[in-house]
């Protein structure tokens, strides 16, 4: 996917390398969501952190740490990973504003917060196994770089629209928790807790299609190849696939490697986020 813009308005915050600092850039549709939050958040490509189950395998990185940026240029230039995050979020940033601005729902951007190993976030610690993740407290987006490795080598879901694929999801979480879903979602979860896994994976899922919305606004930047990368990644993180079979379907938290692959190819064909009822079509 040819993202190589990025704009000077998004909002960076890098802890890599001593850690520290932070710098922000200036800055009737919308279909419902929710937010992913336990511990410091539900992770993209694994299970609830909170059911320790152990099937994944850590996803710590082993690489040497590396020295982050003290303005948005320098974070944003750390690797090619670096720069390929800032170019999605710029991408991300611009597509979703002005639908906000249609439905005349409030929009801000969230902040990219770039660490190696561990972190801290609005919602607690971050570390490199939890995988990618948003935290609706402070609205960021928290990824350590070397997970894409991680994604490639131990998930076989390479190429640079599957890593576009990731941003792309926990933005999905952040237009949820703008839309005021991610309350109503919390507050279904704790008078239903029997179904507290099935909601979680109508948001999982939903997230999965405004990524594919996303891309749909964008596909005179796509290349070929650029969907079988996303249907791939897709594959490779449903709970099915990555249980193995040990977790019952009623555990699940994300949706099966089908259902995945379903909402994003739905986002993909449709480019329309209301298309995107996740909520209706499992519970309707």
């Known amino acids: 996917m040819r993202l190589n813009d990025i704009s000077r308005n998004i909002r960076v ?11 922000g850039g200036g800055g009737g549709k919308l279909g419902c969501g929710a937010v992913v939050l336990a511990i410091a958040g539900y992770l993209i490509f694994g299970l609830d952190p ?8 850590s996803m710590e990185t082993t690489t040497a740490p590396q020295a982050g940026g003290q303005t948005l240029e320098q974070s944003c230039s750390v690797n090619e990973y670096s720069r390929e995050t800032c170019a999605a979020l710029s991408s991300l940033d611009a597509t979703w504003q002005p639908l906000f601005a249609e439905a005349g729902i409030k929009f801000t951007q969230p902040t990219l917060n770039f660490y190696d190993g561990r972190g801290s976030s609005g919602c607690g ?17 928290y990824i350590d770089t070397s997970f894409y490795d991680q994604l490639d080598r131990q998930l076989g879901a ?15 979480h952040h237009i949820q928790t703008l839309t005021g879903t991610s309350t109503q979602v919390r507050q279904a979860q704790q008078q239903n807790p029997g179904a507290a896994n099935r909601i979680q994976v109508a948001m999982e899922l939903q997230a999965d299609c405004y990524a594919g919305v ?29 249980t193995q079979g040990r977790v019952s379907p009623d555990n699940f938290t994300h949706g099966t490697s089908a259902q995945r692959m379903e909402w994003l190819q739905r986002g993909l064909r449709t480019g329309d986020e209301d298309q995107c009822d996740t909520f209706g079509a499992l519970f309707g």
């Not at 802890?15 to 710098?23: A, L, N, V, Y």
């Not at 909170?50 to 395998?57: E, I, S, Y």
Request: contains cysteine; glycine residues 18%; proline residues 4%.
């Open 13 to 23: 915050r890098d802890q890599r390398g001593s850690g520290g600092g932070g710098f």
């Open 125 to 141: 610690a971050a570390q490199s196994a939890m995988g990618p993740f948003y935290c609706p407290s402070d609205q960021g987006i």
């Open 214 to 242: 996303w891309a749909a606004k964008n596909r005179n930047l796509m290349e070929p190849g650029d969907i079988e990368e996303g249907m791939t990644a897709a594959a490779s993180i449903g709970d099915d696939r990555l």
């Open 158 to 172: 390479g190429g640079d629209f599957a890593r576009a694929y990731v941003m792309a999801h926990e933005y999905g």
């Open 50 to 57: 909170m059911t320790t189950l152990g099937t994944v395998g």
